[in-house]
């Protein structure tokens, strides 16, 4: 059950690359973020109000744990997401699902310095198969290291790092709150603090003359790329090694090319039928490992 809602998880996260890139093309990424993140924050204030029965959504929370939420709250909206779609602004889906499928490597090297883990060689090689895998899969897929996407990949990058970091630095919580509560109140502390960024910066203006595709995509990524996924991925991470819930991003160009291939904007191949089988085979080694 855990792993058909890691790969519900991915399905929503490579997803999220093309509607964001669509949805960039007519807002920028200060206003695309300011409203998703306002409506997933109003979201989850609403369903934990419901579920715990009250409006106080830090009842029972430690104080010792307001700065990490609040951590993770910059990790995740002004570190992880605003760059992200200042990245995705400045390059191709491809190349954004591409760089987070690095995200196990990153997650395993972080994990290995900051816990003091020893390597295991199963991982190792895994993490690395899928890797290669999942690049053979985007550069047929149209990733490239084109200088005009030079800064956009760089971006794109650093929200990845954002994003091993928060993933790393959420677990701990889990046990204690629950991934619902986590999710609701770091996407609560991360909305604060993105708030005078988006502000300053968003044309609000647009809003009004935004179609209703556009709020259709805005609400997609407000709802189901930040509530929906973010729960998912706290949940798997809940319940499994931080390495084993890192290792199924591997499987966002796999998926983000299905979906490409559904739209009709590719075609399979030996070569993407062969990268894919060896992504999934590192994913499997390192769910062996």
């Not at 951590?71 to 889906?93: C, D, M, R, V």
């Not at 990949?153 to 994003?163: C, G, K, R």
Request: proline share 3%; aromatic share 12%.
């Amino acid at each position: 059950m855990i792993y058909f809602l890691l790969f519900i998880q991915q399905f929503i996260a490579s997803l999220t690359h093309i509607v964001g890139k669509d949805a960039l093309e007519t807002l920028s990424p200060s206003l695309a973020l300011l409203l998703r993140a306002l409506i997933a924050s109003v979201s989850l204030f609403i369903v934990v109000a419901v579920k715990q029965k009250r409006l106080n959504l830090f009842y029972g929370i430690e104080r010792k744990d307001y700065l990490r939420f609040a951590l993770l709250g910059l990790l995740n909206i002004p570190l992880n997401q605003f760059i992200y779609f200042e990245g995705l602004h400045q390059t191709s889906p491809a190349n954004s699902a591409l760089l987070y499928a690095m995200t196990p490597a990153i997650v395993f090297v972080l994990v290995l310095i900051m816990h003091g883990e020893r390597a295991n060689w199963k991982k190792t090689i895994g993490i690395l198969i899928a890797f290669g895998g999942s690049a053979i899969v985007m550069f047929e897929h149209g990733a490239t290291f084109d200088s005009a996407y030079t800064k956009g990949n760089i971006l794109i990058f650093i929200a990845v790092t954002a994003w091993s970091l928060f993933t790393i630095l959420g677990k701990p919580l889990i046990p204690k709150y629950g991934a619902l509560r986590v999710t609701a109140i770091h996407m609560l502390f991360g909305t604060i603090l993105f708030l005078p960024i988006g502000l300053a910066n968003a044309d609000l203006s647009v809003i009004p003359t935004m179609s209703g595709s556009i709020w259709l995509e805005v609400f997609y990524l407000g709802l189901i790329a930040s509530c929906v996924n973010y729960i998912l991925w706290y949940y798997a991470l809940g319940r499994l090694e931080t390495s084993k819930v890192a290792i199924f991003q591997n499987l966002q160009p796999i998926l983000t090319t299905i979906i490409a291939l559904t739209l009709g904007t590719v075609f399979l191949t030996p070569i993407l039928a062969g990268g894919g089988a060896l992504a999934l085979l590192g994913v499997l080694l390192v769910e062996k490992g």
